[in-house]
């Protein structure tokens, strides 16, 4: 790998990781200038997906298992991946991300500061959630994966995320 683009995708990393932890927001990161290194094929973001923060669902209202993880993908946008993932019913259940670090109970949750990720695809096994576009400057002020009843307007279960 080109010794500039490496550095440029760490600092990348180092700026967007930096907020996951601290519970700070963070201010978007501009790309890094366009440079003469080999293809996007040879970084290692082309590779296939890096793992950047983990999670394990627990109670709010309702029972989850299951971890989540907030995966950078080649393309540099950002997805979060559900694996060995349980819930009773996905009736009425969003995935939704939230700046804050844990959530215990829905009124933690500033319901105009979410970011919807869509409907629960389903009770069980490994789902992937696309986190829009227009995020991935940001995606790492998000802290916490929740699954959010959308009839009911409450938390079932949270997942925050914490540094690979």
Known sequence: MHRAAG????????ALLAGCTSGATTTPVASPPPSTAPSAASSPAASGPTTVAMGTFHRVDADATGTVALEHLADGTFAIVFEEF????????????????D??????IDQTKIVDLGPLTGTAGMQDYKVPAAMTAGAMGYHTVV????A?????????????
């Open 86 to 101: 349980s819930i009773a019913s996905a009736e009425h259940t969003n995935v939704i991300l939230v700046s804050n670090t």
């Open 103 to 108: 959530v215990t109970k829905g009124a933690d």
């Open 152 to 164: 009911m307007k409450h938390a079932n279960a949270a997942a925050p995320l914490t540094l690979k």
């Open 7 to 14: 550095s440029a995708l760490v600092v990348l990393s180092i």
């Open 147 to 150: 699954l959010w009843d959308t």
